[in-house]
């Protein structure tokens, strides 16, 4: 078996560890929360033997170099890492009622891998990407990236738990936030039962399917059913929120622990995004190309998130600055996370031509 | 871009309005409100500051600046305390950093420097095609299309600075006398108010317990002091005091590496030299086109060569052969690549990009090996021959490609211009009667053997390319790495390391000791309770 074989073991086991932790949560029922937890572990060690693997594998094909190379490497070790942050929280909290919130963000990410036909071999670099630097910069980003996805869950966690009034706007953006996060993973989903099942041009890789069987469809009547959809989804979210809470409050897990989670999380991710995320950049393009800082997007969007945790840490230092915004400061962080690796891509590529042109 | 010259004007146009009216506004202070003196006092600067700007050719667009100014200058003695108060807020720094996130969101969607067909159409887009011109124009006026160098984003930069730095200078008296108050012992009663708190109740005497405490600090890394009355003996210590400057040394380096990056952008030069293989260069020229700029040394490509993955066109290496001269001396040579540049008196030459020189630039170098012979190396240009030792042979080299491909009827092609398989086509004659002719390919080497045992290698088309370099010169760049160096030292302390004090008290009584431990730590409190905890079942 070779790294793609275990790579896809991996992919499979956290997508039905999902499903299980999501099935406890709302069954409460303690051998499905073991099962969970044994499925994550399992894929857990299959993916660090890809990884391995891939290593050993990139030697063999004489292009040795660590798998931290391109969006398909960079986003599995984004994983990797959030599994390992997850049951380490989940071991030394002793509950696993955090992994319904964290094992999707890994899902998301992983259905993003699939769906955005982004290549998954082993190639080689150019010159101005063989970089210890970049490597560094790549590796430690990740690594704060998850922390900041922990740090997104336990803050979405601790607004559910403690929202309790429909027309608060704390409620309301939870509910947008987590509405959205479920809409996408399930577009993905949507995505990806169609090209699989339906459309099948093997070969010829699913390139910018994101959405194509959703948001993105040739017929209207399916671009406005999943608005419909949507729309109809969030606010049954909003009508039914409470019942979100009631499963948190059941778990009993206190509004304290969570606040401290996403506190702890920031303060082990800034620091390492602030190194390996801003000043290895920084270091790398200064050793490539003589500009430390060009204020280019992804840049920028790197920039703006490094921006959004200061904020959060300076938060509580303003009077009046307590629960509930800091949470949504920390929500807002992650998605910034979400758009700096994804967004400047998809996004603002878009927007200009300068992504359409090639 | 922002002159050097004009930004003076602004600045001391905006400081002048400021100075004038200190006096005014003082005097304005003294005399009755709304009477005509007070009226006058407060309109005086006007004429002048107008005279003024048209005088220095500064913009109608910096007439608010010199408004606050002027303002700032009529509320002068109030203003000091009230702008030390405003600036020394973390809350100003809060809605700072929101605000230049913000902006910054604005600066990605909206493409920077870039064609203005692209904004215009993006604005159409959004705001429909009728309203896009003025919308657009609107948007130049304000320095959305150079957002990052536009005045009112530098304005807000410099607001952040000297937000951090009062804000600084506030609270470091205070933290300082933190970190150097020594350590006292506890009033006695003081321990159970501690959020870390412990109260264990031991058989035996104090001395029984007095070097089990000890043990107990050095496993915590502390050194205690103790101190006895009659009554109890007290341990007490304190630990990483200093670690609180630690977010103090974090800011400083943002400030460290905002000045670096202004002297960059004031003092440096942003430019590019295309160097042919072999020839020398004593300038290198403005990125944005304003000319060029003498280096104080010259330059000189020996050398240029691109490497491939094998088989593929993938590049793998770029590499320049580089010799510095100065004084037509040789005094530095070098081997640069990408992530590997060339540094020399404060410029730094990078390997940015390659290109071909006109066809028929160049020598050919060739190493032939004749059949038993000794093998020799030649320098030919094409259309010259060479005689192949030991055979009656003359070769010829008739043609050079830079990137040799065929075609499916076996006609030779360059398939770019970029020399990613160069090759020459090489004649062999004997006696005016063509035997054999024979593409050689720099990069297969199968190609090299030519029928009859004889051996050709073609090593390069020396002259052939030009090697695209960077030329950067950025004095300030050694204050940002140093930022860089600080700021990663501040956070970790910051975020790391705490300052902790840990007390234990103990009192006999009645053949008993009781143990009061109390402790504090300014981060990260439960690990080091935690700690206390597991230690202190050691005492028992
Ligand atoms: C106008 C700018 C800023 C001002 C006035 C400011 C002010 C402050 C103040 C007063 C504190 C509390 C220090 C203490 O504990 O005594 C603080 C903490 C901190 N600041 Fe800033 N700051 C600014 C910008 C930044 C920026 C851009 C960063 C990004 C690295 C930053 C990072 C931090 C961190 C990491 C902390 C520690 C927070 C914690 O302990 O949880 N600051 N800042």
Redesign the interface.
């Known amino acids: 078996m070779g790294s793609s074989e275990f790579f896809g073991l991996a992919t499979i086991g956290y997508i039905v560890a999902m499903m299980f932790y999501i099935t406890y949560l709302v069954i409460k029922n303690k051998t499905i929360g073991i099962i969970g937890t044994t499925i994550t572990v399992a894929s857990f060690v299959s993916h660090t033997a890809a990884f391995i693997l891939r290593w050993v594998e990139s030697y063999q094909l004489g292009m040795g170099r660590a798998p931290l190379t391109n969006l398909f490497e960079s986003l599995t070790f984004f994983v990797w890492c959030l599994i390992l942050g997850y049951l380490i929280i989940e071991i030394t909290y002793k509950t696993r009622s955090f992994g319904a919130f964290i094992t999707p963000i890994a899902g998301m990410a992983l259905g993003f891998i699939e769906l955005s036909g982004i290549s998954k071999d082993i190639e080689p670099l150019m010159p101005a990407l063989q970089s210890n630097w970049l490597l560094a910069h790549v590796m430690m980003s990740f690594i704060s990236y998850s922390a900041f996805a922990l740090s997104f869950a336990t803050a979405m966690m601790y607004l559910i738990l403690k929202t309790k009034d429909k027309k608060e706007p704390f409620y309301i953006f939870w509910i947008l936030a987590c509405g959205m996060f479920f809409i996408v993973l399930a577009g993905m989903a949507i995505d990806f039962i169609q090209f699989k099942l339906i459309t099948k041009t093997s070969g010829e890789l699913i390139t910018n399917f994101l959405f194509k069987a959703t948001f993105r469809a040739e017929s209207p009547f399916v671009v406005i059913t999943s608005w419909l959809v949507s729309i109809i989804f969030i606010l049954g979210l909003w009508q039914y929120g409470y019942i979100l809470r009631n499963t948190i409050e059941y778990f009993k897990i206190s509004e304290k622990v969570l606040e401290d989670l996403t506190y702890k999380t920031i303060t082990i991710g800034f620091p390492i995004f602030t190194l390996g995320g801003l000043i290895f950049g920084a270091v790398w393009a200064d050793q490539a190309w003589g500009v430390y800082w060009s204020w280019d997007p992804k840049e920028t969007w790197s920039l703006i998130t490094w921006l959004i945790y200061a904020f959060f840490l300076h938060t509580r230092y303003i009077a009046g600055w307590r629960g509930n915004r800091i949470a949504a400061v920390a929500v807002s962080g992650f998605i910034a996370v979400i758009f700096t690796y994804l967004g400047v891509n998809l996004f603002l590529s878009g927007l200009h031509s300068y992504g359409g042109m090639k | 871009m922002i002159q050097l010259g004009h930004i003076a004007s602004v600045i001391g146009l905006v400081t002048g309005a400021f100075l004038i009216n200190i006096p005014l506004g003082y005097a304005r202070e003294k005399s009755k409100k709304y009477s005509l003196k007070w009226f006058v006092l407060i309109h005086l600067s006007i004429p002048f500051m107008i005279a003024a700007r048209l005088f220095l050719h500064v913009e109608f667009k910096y007439v608010p600046f010199i408004i606050i100014g002027a303002i700032c200058g009529q509320f002068s003695s109030k203003v000091g305390d009230k702008l030390f108060k405003f600036f020394s807020s973390?809350?100003l720094?809060?809605v700072l950093?929101?605000v230049?996130?913000f902006t910054?969101?604005i600066?990605?969607?909206i493409?920077?420097n870039?064609d203005p067909q692209?904004n215009l159409?993006?604005i159409e887009r959004i705001f429909g095609i009728s309203s896009a011109p003025n919308i657009y124009s609107i948007f130049y006026s304000l320095g959305f299309m150079d957002m990052?160098h536009s005045i009112w984003f530098i304005a807000i930069l410099v607001l952040f600075c000297l937000n951090l730095i009062i804000c600084s200078l506030d609270r470091l008296p205070r933290i300082s006398k933190i970190v150097n108050e020594p350590l006292s012992p506890l009033k006695s009663g003081a321990a159970s108010k501690f959020s870390i708190h412990k109260e264990l109740n031991l058989k035996g005497n104090i001395e029984n317990y007095r070097g089990k405490i000890e043990i107990f600090f050095k496993k915590l890394g502390f050194y205690p002091i103790e101190a006895a009355s009659d009554i109890e003996t007290q341990f007490y210590a304190q630990k990483g005091a200093f670690t609180r400057y630690g977010i103090y040394v974090t800011h400083l380096s943002i400030i460290i590496i905002l000045i670096g990056?202004v002297i960059g952008v004031f003092f440096g030069f942003d430019g590019f030299l295309n160097l042919p293989e072999g020839e020398v260069s004593d300038v290198a020229f403005h990125k944005n086109g304003s000319g060029e700029q003498k280096l104080g040394f010259s330059i000189r490509c020996d050398d240029f060569n691109v490497e491939f993955?094998?088989d593929?066109d993938?590049?793998?290496?770029?590499i320049s052969w580089l010799t510095i001269l100065k004084y037509n001396k040789e005094v530095k040579k070098q081997v640069i690549?990408?992530?590997?540049?060339l540094k020399y008196e404060g410029y730094?030459f990078?390997?940015?990009n390659y290109g071909p020189m006109p066809p028929g630039k160049g020598v050919i170098v060739l190493r032939v090996t004749p059949n038993g012979e000794a093998e020799e190396i030649l320098k030919l240009k094409v259309g010259e021959s060479f005689n192949l030792a030991g055979t009656n042979l003359t070769a010829t080299v008739v043609q050079f490609a830079p990137a040799l491909a065929f075609d499916k009827d076996w006609k030779p092609f360059n398939y770019t211009e970029m020399m990613n398989n160069p090759a020459v086509f090489v004649v062999f004659k004997e006696k005016e009667e063509t035997k054999l002719s024979w593409w050689v390919q720099k990069r297969y080497n199968k190609t090299w053997e030519i029928p009859g045992g004889h051996k050709i290698e073609l090593i390069d088309n020396w002259g052939g390319q030009y090697t695209g370099l960077?030329v950067?010169k950025?004095p300030g760049?050694w204050l940002?790495?140093l930022g860089?160096m600080l700021?990663?030292i501040g956070?970790?302390f910051a975020?790391?390391t705490s300052h902790k004090k840990m007390w234990v008290i103990m009192s006999s009584e009645k053949g008993r000791v009781i143990i009061n431990i109390a402790a504090s730590a300014n981060k990260n409190r439960?690990a080091f309770e935690e700690k206390i905890d597991n230690l202190s079942k050691l005492l028992s």
């Open positions: 973390v809350k720094a809060a950093i929101a230049i996130a910054s969101i600066g990605t969607i493409e920077q870039g692209n159409k993006l990052y990056s993955y094998k593929t993938r590049p793998m290496r770029y690549e990408v992530n590997t540049p730094t990078y390997q940015a960077q950067r950025d760049v940002v790495y860089f700021m990663v956070l970790f975020m790391f439960t």
